[in-house]
Every structure is written in structure tokens, then in C-alpha cells.
């Protein structure tokens, strides 16, 4: 293992040298011929109903390239995404994201896609972003508006990844790159693509590793196969398949505290308090993934179809080992085996009809998701295990969950004398889902929900666009909230009560590709979300999570980009979020006496949402083949619990990259959070005290510090 204050002062060092590098860039000319353009508002976006521009999309949409991603040198997903404007990190386990301040406690946030597949697992829908290969990433598209394209889940965003493919018509295309980085960090992947005749093919492995910021060593080995037969240029039918096989170590079920984090913040293994040495241990889980789809698009100059046939596994060994060493309990360092196969059947289309001044394209499309789940509780810690009577008793966490979700959409575009434009859209979402425990507790969960779009537009350009739209989505519970409500049997807070989240969001929008010197995409937007959920007690209790109250929300989002001189570029982007409850009530604790009581949230802040987010970067050219770029990362002030009494504070961190290209090859060396700044996510919702008239007992998730790497990348 590598001495921390080693790696600290190594690190260091080359960021000063990457600074260093900064202060001479400007100075030198560059070559006449541009290296690359940094806007994307010309880009094909499929994060809507059909395939357009994105300056032509009437909402908010924003895309992260696989340029961006190396550039960025990101580790993992979240990492990326929580640059974009309104996008936040929740948590330090790099698969928990909130857009816009929509998420809840435990439970699924946006809806996730891999290739248009959605990918949330479990009884939490949780998002299992760490095992999503960065390097197999073509773009990813980020919906923050309401939208009917993606069904229940929508309200909270979308987020879809779409994977790469073959780029043109030689026979052999090959890749290959390498990086190391800080915590002993290696990624090494490798592909080949092409076409021969009528078909196409790509083929791409990676090898993933790190020992973590906190020594939480996590292990992917991810490959990616796709094929397809071309009919004609516009036609295509293809089959893919992707797989994942990672291990994960990590410090938390349980988060730091004041004492831990002062004294154990980069430690895997901690004591459980100060005057308790007991050791806090780390948890294990090994997770193995694969989609396996067909898929078939035409792209007409009229007609246009796109559909897919998938299959989704995924099985997760989950090793609870942190209470082994501080527990006497009989179901302590239990295993959870979770299974889940997912089918899904989707199909959209549409016809482009011209009327002279007025072009009409209407477009439906139908999906259905089958799901499949299965978690399976073990206690090796338990000598009567073998008991049936001890084993039932203890089977509480044995889930069967069947769900299968239903959805038809339509759309319809209109184009006045190619400047009005005006989007009308609507869909119906079907729920059916059973949830089984071996308690025994049996649940049927069946509810209809209506969405619905509507986007005019005016065109005042061919590069611009300005856009007003209100729609209504849904966020449909998690299967746990549903078992919560019915294993607590609170007559409060009852399985039938539950309602979906419902939002109502209005959006006025405006983009302008400009000129290479001056890219645009401003918004605002108002968001009135119904039945929002937050935890339910009643006295010192728990009885699950349960629909709270109202919240409304509002704020502006911006992104810039531009190359004005041929040695610079920039890339503005930020948020301002204010996200307030209008109604509904939840526990807290009052200070200074810390006694729990019931609190009225009208027109508190919503906790746990920052104020505003923001990146700043310049790109600099000094010579041809040359970059060079540094980037300020803003988080802002966010309250920590439901009564704005707690408060964690704005954070900035700094990033920087050199790299050099020439002919096929490509080197680099990047740092991120060069000044190794102290981030974390803070939680105490309730606002809890240590103590009558102490301090604020606040849990901290440990956030990356300074990291670096070099790598190199050849093409052929």
C-alpha cells in the first residue's frame, strides 16, 4: 500500500508542474487549422420522442462526449455528471445522482439507460452507475426536462448512455490506451471495429482497478460486441451485448462522524466512536451484468422506425460485514444474493409529411418491461441457521418482486414556415407489481399514469431556437417503500396510500450555436411536485417513507462554450436551484434540548439540494497537437436538514490536464482537485444533536481528494 502523505506530496508536484504549464500557454501561437470545435449544439440527440438537433429540442437537454470523458480523465459516471448543470452527487458510493433536487431518501433517482435499456435494479432501484464502463461510452445524454419519451421515473430526469460504435467503412479500425493514476488507479481497454460489405462490427474489452481514495479497491472487467447487417444506408438491423463482472470494497453501510472523519478519513476500517475501539469493517459486493439486445432502426426520408428487443441480467453478492466487530447479534454479517432478469420490448415510429409551409411529423411508440427479482437472505454468523423455524424467522429481507410496466406514447411535431414550431405529446404508463416476502407479506400494486407535453417554438435562425413548455410526469415508489408501508403497519401510513410523485414543470429555453466564438443554452423553469415522499415516524419509530407533502422548485441553468481565438476555448456552465416545500410535515430534532417533535415544512428549503453548481474551464492551444486545460468545480451551500438549521458549506475544487496528439497517438497527463480539498456529503436530516445542548451528530460520506494521472493512447 502506498504511504498517503507519499502519494500526497508526488501529486502535488506534478499539479504544480501542470500549473505551471497554464501561466505559459497563452503565450504561444498556434497552428492555423483548428483541432477541434468544442460546441455540441449541432449534435443528434435520441433523449426525446424522435432523433433531432439539439439546438432544435425544445428542452433541457445536455450531452457529454466520450471526448469530454477522456478529457475529463472520469473515473466513473458520476464523476462526469455531476458537471452538468442542476446534476448533483447524493452520496460517496458513485451511484446515487439527483437532477434538479427531485431525489428521495433510499430509493432510485433518474431513470438510467444503457442504449435506450433501462437499468435501475432491486427493490431500491438503485442506480449501479460504477458498472458502466467510462471508456465504452460514446456520449451520454442528460434529460433534466419533463418529458414522455421514458414512462414512470421521468420526474427525476433521464439519463441515457449510449454506448460506441463502428464510426466509418474501413475494414479494420483499432484502439488502444492505458492510464495510472493515484491509489494505484490502472485502466487498460482495447477494441477493434469496421465493416466489411453490408456488415459492421465492434469489439471492446476494459480492465479497471483502484485501491480508492479510502482504500475501497474496487476491480471491472467489462467487454462490449455489437454486429450489424446493413440493408441499406438508412437501414439497419444489429445485435449487441455487453457484460460487466466487478468486485467492491467498500467502508460504507455506516458514514463517518465529526471524530471519525478528523481522525480516520482515509481509512477503510475505523473504530466505532471515540471511547469504542471496536472496528467499523468494510463491505464486499460482487456484482455481474449483461444486456443482450436486438435492435432495428430505418431512417427514411419520410419514414422512420426504431426498435428494440432486450434482455437484462444482473446478480449481486452483498457481503454486510461492517457490524461484525461491534455486534453480538446472531444476524450480524449477513449476505444478501440478489438476482434480477429484465425483458424489455420497445417500439416507436413515425412519418414526416410536408404540406408546403407546414411539415407534421406524428410518431407513437409502445414499450413493456418485465421484471424479475429475487433477493435471498444468509446469516453465516448464526449457528441455528439450519433450523427452519430460525431461518423463517430471520427471512424478512427474502424478496420476490414481479413488475411489469406498460407504455404508449404519442407525439407530434409541427414546423410552420420552418420557424413555428410546436410539440404535442402524450402517454399512459401501466404499473403492475407484486411484491412477496417470506414474513408472510404479500402485496399487488396496480396504478395508471397519464403524462403529457406540450413545446412551441420559434426558430429565428437556423442556429437558434427559443421554446416555452409544461408537462407532467410521474415518479412512481420504489417496491420497498410499498414493503415499508405494509411490514410497519402504520394505519398512517398504509400500501394502498402511496401515491407516485407527480411534477408539473414549466420551462422557457433558448439556444444559439452562434458562431465557433459563442455557443448558448439558457433556461429557466418552475417545478410544482405533488405527494413528494420523506420519512415517516411515529414517536422514536420508523414507519417507512411516505408521501410528505409539496415542494416547488425553480431555477436557471447555463451552458457557454466557444473557441474565439484559434489558441483558446472556454466552457462556462451552472446552476441556481431553489427548491422549497409548501406543505407537509416531518420529525425533528429541536435545539437545543434535542427532543424529537413534528415540524411544519411550509417554506422551508428542501435539505440536502445545493444553491447553485458551476464549472468554469479554458482550453488552451500553445502549439499544434497541444492542450492544455484547467477547470474550477463549484458545489454550493446546502442544508442539511429538513428545518435549515444545519448548514454545509460551498466547495470549489480545481482541475487541470496536459495532452499531446500526433498522428495516431495521444498522451496525457491530468490532476483533478489539485489543491486536495475536503469534500464530502453531509446528511442529518432530522438535525440531531449528540447531546442536549451539544453538536450536530452529522454523517459524512468522504468524497475523492487529490488525484493524478498519465496515459496513452494509440489508434490504428
Given amino acids: 500500500m502506498q504511504d498517503g502523505q507519499g502519494w500526497r506530496t508526488r501529486d502535488t508536484l506534478v499539479a504544480g508542474m501542470m500549473i505551471g504549464a497554464l501561466s505559459w500557454a497563452p503565450q504561444a501561437v498556434m497552428a492555423e487549422q483548428l483541432q477541434e470545435e468544442t460546441h455540441v449544439l449541432e449534435e443528434m440527440v435520441v433523449t426525446s420522442t424522435g432523433k433531432s438537433k439539439l439546438v432544435d429540442t425544445p428542452a433541457s437537454i445536455s450531452v457529454v462526449t466520450a471526448t469530454d470523458l477522456e478529457q475529463m480523465g472520469a473515473k466513473n459516471v458520476t464523476e462526469a455528471l455531476e458537471r452538468i448543470p442542476g446534476v448533483y452527487n447524493t452520496t460517496a458510493s458513485n451511484s446515487s445522482l439527483s437532477i434538479r433536487g427531485t431525489r428521495s431518501s433510499m430509493a432510485g433517482g433518474p431513470v438510467i439507460l444503457i442504449d435506450g435499456v433501462a437499468q435501475n435494479y432491486g427493490n431500491y432501484r438503485r442506480e449501479e452507475l460504477d458498472i458502466i464502463s467510462v471508456s465504452q461510452i460514446e456520449r451520454i445524454e442528460v434529460l433534466r426536462s419533463a418529458g414522455i419519451a421514458y414512462g414512470p421515473g421521468a420526474a427525476r430526469g433521464v439519463i441515457n448512455i449510449i454506448t460506441k460504435k463502428n464510426k466509418d467503412k474501413k475494414p479494420v479500425n483499432g484502439h488502444i490506451a492505458t492510464s495510472y493514476g493515484s491509489w494505484d488507479t490502472a485502466n487498460v481497454s482495447a477494441g477493434v471495429d469496421g465493416r466489411l460489405n453490408q456488415w459492421d462490427y465492434l469489439a471492446d474489452v476494459n480492465h479497471y482497478r483502484t485501491d ?76 455481474d451484468s449483461g444486456i443482450y439486445a436486438i435492435d432495428f432502426a430505418h431512417n427514411g426520408p419520410q419514414l422512420f422506425v426504431d426498435g428494440t428487443l432486450a434482455y437484462t441480467h444482473y446478480n449481486e453478492v452483498y457481503f454486510d460485514t461492517q457490524d461484525i466487530y461491534t455486534s453480538t447479534s446472531k444476524a450480524r454479517g449477513d449476505v444478501d444474493d440478489r438476482i434480477q432478469d429484465t425483458y424489455t420490448a420497445s417500439l416507436s415510429g413515425g412519418y414526416r409529411l410536408d404540406f408546403g409551409a407546414l411539415a407534421y411529423t406524428p410518431s407513437v411508440g409502445l414499450s413493456v418491461e418485465d421484471v424479475d427479482f429475487t433477493q435471498r437472505k444468509s446469516y453465516p454468523f448464526d449457528p441455528l441457521v439450519s433450523v427452519a423455524s430460525n431461518r423463517t424467522a430471520k427471512a424478512k ?185 409548501s406543505s407537509g410535515t416531518a420529525r425533528i430534532y429541536e435545539h437545543p434540548a434535542n427532543t424529537r417533535v413534528d415540524a411544519n415544512l411550509d417554506g422551508y428549503k428542501v435539505n440536502g439540494v445545493p444553491e447553485f453548481t458551476s464549472r468554469i474551464g479554458l482550453d488552451f492551444y500553445p502549439r499544434e497537437g497541444w492542450k492544455v486545460s484547467l477547470d474550477a468545480i463549484t458545489c454550493g451551500e446546502y442544508y442539511l436538514d429538513y428545518t435549515n438549521r444545519l448548514t454545509y458549506p460551498s466547495k470549489t475544487t480545481f482541475d487541470a490536464s496536459i495532452s499531446y496528439s500526433w498522428d495516431k497517438y495521444k498522451v496525457w497527463i491530468l490532476a483533478k482537485n489539485i489543491f486536495d480539498e475536503d469534500v464530502e456529503r453531509a446528511l442529518n436530516s432530522d438535525g440531531e444533536l449528540t447531546r442536549a445542548y451539544g453538536d450536530p451528530n452529522t454523517s459524512y460520506y468522504v468524497l475523492d481528494g487529490l488525484y493524478v494521472e498519465a496515459g496513452i493512447s494509440v489508434k490504428f
Avoid: C
Avoid at 418482486?401 to 409541427?414: K, M, P, R, Y
Fill in 212 to 287: 480508492g481514495y479510502e482504500e475501497e479497491e474496487l476491480t471491472r472487467t467489462a467487454g462490449l460486441l455489437k454486429l450489424g447487417y446493413n440493408f441499406s444506408d438508412r437501414t439497419r438491423i444489429g445485435l449487441r451485448g455487453n457484460w460487466v463482472s466487478l468486485d467492491n470494497d467498500t467502508a460504507y453501510d455506516m458514514a463517518k462522524y465529526q471524530w471519525q472523519l478528523d481522525n480516520y478519513r482515509r481509512s477503510i476500517h475505523f473504530p466505532k466512536a471515540e471511547n469504542d475501539p471496536r472496528l467499523v469493517w468494510h463491505n464486499t459486493k460482487e456484482q
Fill in 397 to 581: 429481507a427474502d424478496v420476490d418482486l414481479a413488475e411489469t410496466i406498460t407504455g404508449f406514447f404519442w407525439d407530434n411535431d409541427l414546423l410552420l414556415n420552418e420557424r413555428w414550431g410546436l410539440k404535442l405529446g402524450g402517454r399512459v404508463d401501466r404499473v403492475d407489481m407484486t411484491f412477496e416476502t417470506k414474513e408472510p407479506s404479500r402485496l399487488n400494486i396496480e396504478d395508471t399514469m397519464w403524462s403529457w407535453l406540450v413545446a412551441p417554438s420559434y426558430h429565428f435562425s437556423p442556429n437558434a431556437n427559443v421554446y416555452f413548455s409544461v408537462g407532467r410526469n410521474y415518479w412512481f415508489p420504489t417496491p420497498q417503500y410499498y414493503y415499508w408501508a405494509a411490514s410497519y403497519g402504520s394505519p398512517n401510513n398504509r400500501p394502498e396510500d402511496l401515491k407516485p410523485e407527480e411534477s408539473l414543470t414549466y420551462e422557457i429555453g433558448y439556444k444559439h450555436h452562434v458562431s465557433k466564438a459563442l455557443n448558448i443554452a439558457l433556461t429557466t423553469y418552475f417545478m410544482d411536485t405533488k405527494d413528494k415522499f420523506g420519512g415517516y415516524y411515529e414517536g422514536s419509530s420508523y414507519m417507512g417513507q411516505k408521501n410528505t407533502g409539496d415542494a416547488e422548485t425553480y431555477g436557471v441553468e447555463l451552458e457557454l462554450d466557444g473557441r474565439p481565438l484559434s489558441w483558446l476555448g472556454y466552457r462556462v456552465s451552472g446552476a441556481w436551484i431553489n427548491a422549497e416545500w
